[in-house]
């Protein structure tokens, strides 16, 4: 077994990290600044198109997607080389994801047109979203049923001549309150009497189509998540698409769904490990240079004890991501998935300690806006909730560990 990475890892790794310290750490004071001069806009600020821009030209682009460069212009990094890259993103999650066009829901609306789009709707969709010309929503999830079980869902998908005519309410449709969102991938019923994994679909819906209609933006613990484009509740209200933009087959949304789960979910583990890390970083400079009677709190041998646990939980739960990656790239998501389903459960539960006990080395300065600490707590707990709460992953994992 070898634990060392490739030349291909090294290299971006490396690119990353240098690219992260010049501009990425730099630019959040001045997202904050252009935050705050514009508090009623969605739409993203300057200085992440500047990003973009800085990060293109040094080919730091779409480095999430797998698969044939020549195909997509990606990177075409293997799952295993893009999990330190992930990682060293989730030091700074307002910027750096989007940064390098690596960002939720984008990214995963973006497997999805490349592995099930047709032609037209990848040259229509998929190459603005490649080229972060446009962004795009995920919507799933609704308030009226219990969407971890996305049996549930409710939204209809009719038929109608050369139409499909939508009807349905979203809501925590990342990005969506940004207006350059421009395409929303629905999930729908279009066979309510049919078996119950093939009664769903997937639907492309044009932001601007007549009928679609953003409710109101969600806040998470009262941040409105702006530098991702919010979180909207959204009507769908007797949309009319042409049948053109179904993805795949009628009957194969639940299919589709589960394979954009899986890369989905192993991305944000990856990333919160960055946060984790992050956190840890802070936490020890803050230990070191602050005094609590009449020692420095690093000194303190609980805290001490928190620094060691930190280390003992983000060096092996890394390995464990990585080893995920690994099993994706050579045996498939699919057969992947116990591993996916364990990361979920472990890493953001592990990573919420972790920066729990950063904020309270920072005393009330942890829990202020003046570190990210508060704002990546934020972030860190909705992650057990978000693509699929830790009990559904559990209850899955249990169920295979036992068999049953
Ligand atoms: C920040 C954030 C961003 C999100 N982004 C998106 C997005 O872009 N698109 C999208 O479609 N959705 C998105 N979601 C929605 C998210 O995926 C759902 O909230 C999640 O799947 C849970 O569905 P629900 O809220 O309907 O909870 P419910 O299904 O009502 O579940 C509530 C609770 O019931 C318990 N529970 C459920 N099933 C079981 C079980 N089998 N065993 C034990 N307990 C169980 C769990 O504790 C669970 O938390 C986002 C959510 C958040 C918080």
Same mark, same amino acid.
């Given at each position: 077994?070898?634990?060392?990475?490739?030349?291909?890892?090294?290299?971006?790794?490396?690119?990353?990290?240098?690219?992260?310290? $010049?501009?990425?750490?730099?630019?959040?004071?001045?997202?904050?600044?252009?935050?705050?001069?514009?508090?009623? $806009?969605?739409?993203?600020?300057?200085?992440?198109?500047?990003?973009?821009?800085?990060?293109?030209?040094?080919?730091?682009?779409?480095? !999430?997607?797998?698969?044939?460069?020549?195909?997509?212009?990606?990177?075409?990094?293997?799952?295993?080389?893009?999990?330190?890259?992930?990682?060293?993103?989730?030091?700074?999650?307002?910027?750096?994801?989007?940064?390098?066009?690596?960002?939720?829901?984008?990214?995963?609306?973006?497997?999805?047109?490349?592995?099930?789009?047709?032609?037209?709707?990848?040259?229509r969709w998929l190459t603005p979203l490649l080229n972060a010309e446009i962004r795009s929503a995920f919507c799933m999830t609704e308030p009226d049923v219990a969407s971890s079980d996305a049996t549930n869902i409710g939204t209809l998908i009719r038929r109608d001549g050369d139409d499909y005519v939508i009807t349905g309410r979203k809501w925590w449709s990342t990005g969506a309150m940004n207006p350059d969102a421009a395409? !929303?991938?629905?999930?729908?019923?279009?066979?309510?009497?049919?078996?119950?994994?093939?009664?769903?679909s997937m639907i492309l819906v044009p932001r601007d189509t007549p009928g679609v209609r953003i409710v109101r933006p969600l806040t998470v613990f009262g941040y409105d998540d702006r530098d991702h484009g919010g979180h909207a509740e959204v009507a769908f209200d007797a949309v009319r698409v042409p049948a053109s933009n179904l993805i795949g087959d009628e009957g194969g949304g639940f299919a589709i769904a589960q394979a954009r789960l899986g890369p989905g979910r192993i991305h944000h583990c990856m990333r919160a490990l960055g946060m984790g890390e992050r956190a840890l970083s802070l936490l020890t400079a803050r230990a070191t240079e602050r005094h609590a009677f009449g020692r420095t709190l690093a000194d303190q041998g609980v805290i001490r004890e928190w620094a060691a646990e930190a280390r003992i939980q983000l060096e092996s739960l890394r390995l464990l991501v990585l080893k995920t990656a690994w099993l994706m790239d050579t045996v498939g998501n699919r057969a992947a998935m116990t591993e996916i389903q364990a990361i979920k459960i472990a890493v953001p539960r592990a990573v919420q300690t972790i920066i729990d006990r950063a904020i309270q080395v920072h005393g009330g300065a942890g829990v202020s806006g003046d570190t990210p600490l508060a704002e990546l707590y934020a972030g860190i707990r909705s992650l057990r909730i978000a693509d699929g709460p830790d009990e559904v992953h559990l209850s899955s994992l249990g169920r295979a560990q036992l068999r049953l």
């Open positions: 077994m070898d634990f060392a990475p490739d030349a291909r890892t090294d290299e971006i790794t490396a690119q990353v990290r240098a690219f992260l310290r $010049e501009e990425v750490l730099p630019a959040e004071s001045v997202l904050d600044e252009q935050l705050a001069g514009t508090p009623d $806009e969605w739409t993203p600020r300057p200085i992440v198109r500047e990003l973009q821009r800085k990060a293109r030209a040094r080919g730091l682009w779409n480095l !999430f997607l797998p698969g044939d460069p020549s195909e997509t212009g990606a990177a075409g990094l293997t799952n295993l080389q893009y999990a330190p890259v992930a990682e060293l993103t989730g030091w700074s999650p307002r910027l750096a994801p989007a940064a390098f066009n690596c960002a939720a829901p984008d990214t995963g609306n973006m497997e999805v047109l490349n592995e099930f789009g047709t032609p037209e709707q990848k040259a395409i !929303f991938i629905v999930m729908g019923k279009t066979a309510p009497d049919a078996p119950r994994h093939s009664q769903q």
